[in-house]
Structures are given as C-alpha cells and as structure tokens.
Antibody, heavy 123, light 107 residues
C-alpha cells in the first residue's frame, strides 16, 4: 500500500524557515517523481514544486522560487521541502504527492497524496 | 500559466441526481486533464485521468469527457459518499494548475 506521511509543519514567524519531510513507503521511491501541493485555509489547491526520481531535476512555482528548495534522499525514502523567507501567504496545508509515471519524470498525473502538514506563518 | 476555470463553484443536489461539473482551459491542453475529489480534512482522491479514463477502483457512476478546451465530470446517480469538493487539474504544462473547485452539497 502506497503511503506518504508528511511532518515538520508548525507555527513560524514571517521571514522564518521550516523544513518539511515526507516519508514514503509501499512503492519504489527512487522510480517516481514527487510533488508538493499546498492548500490555504478554506482555499483551493496550488502547485508548489517537483523533483524527479533521481533528484537531478527540479521545478518551482514562481510564488516560491528562490525561497523554497526541494530535495530527496532515496536511501531513506524521504522527500524534503526547505522553506525560507516565509510569508503569511505561505500559510497552508502542504501535501506530498506521488507522480504516477514510473520513468522518474514529473510529467504525469498525481495519483497518491499524503494527509498533509499545516504550516502557519504568523507573528 | 494555463488558467482552469471551473463551474459552478457550488451545487446542491439530492441522492440519485445526475450532476455535471465543467472546467475550461485558457489554452489547449490536449486531453491532459484529471479530476480529484476532496472531502473535508482529507487529501484529494484521484478519480479520472486523460479527461475520460477512470482510475482503478473508482465507481462507474463517475465519467469524464472533453470537447476542445472544455472538460466535464459527470456523476450519473449521486450517492451519499459523493458529497465533496471536486477539482480539475491540467497536466499539459508547468506550472500545473487546478480549477477553483466545485463544492457538491446535499439539497
């Protein structure tokens, strides 16, 4: 059974940093790209970032480019999102999402989602 | 960025009703369109891909169709467990973009 379990969320002041983790199981982690998608309180879904299966290619939405860094440790089946220069508008539930394409590219649909971790940016 | 305009934003319906939700893409996305269902406090669930292909395990009362840049999700006979918020997603280009969501409520 595919499982994605996010952690690391919490309350942080504007301008602060936070690192999210996503522990994966139930599939060959290194074969699949993983994405981050966020959802502000009472809002819709917003795409954040992606990383290829081997970690060699990454993508960032303009809203987070230069502030967030996505990475993965395939030996630990874990994905990370290092978030810096946080703003109140970054407040959201952050979901770790598996790509369905087993080539490792991040060009596919999102088939499995974690339960999310809440990040609140506020003073 | 490709904009996905989803309508209606909310709809009230009864068990057994047929419901249709639409997404319009701001430019051509071929058929790279998916639909997701989200219940309160839960992660989205993958329903349909390539505009009209049903993900494994999804009931056959769900169906999708496409016409140019217009995409439709239809639930043929609503069941109590179908009341949720539905989102479309374009997977043609980056950044991936979602529709604003359609909240399906019980009448």
């Amino acid at each position: 059974e595919v499982q994605l379990v996010e952690s690391g969320g919490g309350l942080v002041q504007p301008g602060g940093s936070l690192r999210l983790s996503c522990a994966a199981s139930g599939f060959t982690f290194s074969a699949y790209a993983i994405h981050w998608v966020r959802q502000g309180p009472g809002k819709g879904l917003e795409y954040v970032s992606a990383i290829s299966g081997n970690g060699g290619s990454t993508y960032y939405a303009n809203s987070v480019k230069g502030r967030f860094t996505i990475s993965r440790d395939n030996s630990k089946n874990t994905l990370y999102l290092q978030m810096g220069s946080l703003r109140p508008e970054d407040t959201a539930v952050y979901y770790c999402v598996k790509d369905w394409d087993s080539s490792g590219n991040y060009n596919g649909y999102f088939d499995y989602w974690g339960q999310g971790t809440l990040v609140t940016v506020s003073s | 960025d490709i904009q996905m305009t989803q309508s209606p934003s909310s709809v009230s319906a009864s068990v057994g009703d047929r419901v249709t939700i639409t997404c319009r893409a701001s430019q051509g996305i071929s058929n790279y369109l998916a639909w997701y269902q989200q219940k309160p406090g839960k992660a989205p669930k993958f329903l349909i891909y390539a505009a009209s292909s049903l993900q494994s395990g999804v009931p056959s009362r769900f169906s999708g169709s496409a016409s140019g840049t217009d995409f439709t999700l239809t639930i043929s006979s609503l069941q109590p467990e179908d009341f949720a918020t539905y989102y479309c997603l374009q997977a043609n280009s980056f950044p991936r973009t979602f529709g604003q969501g359609t909240k399906l409520e019980i009448k």
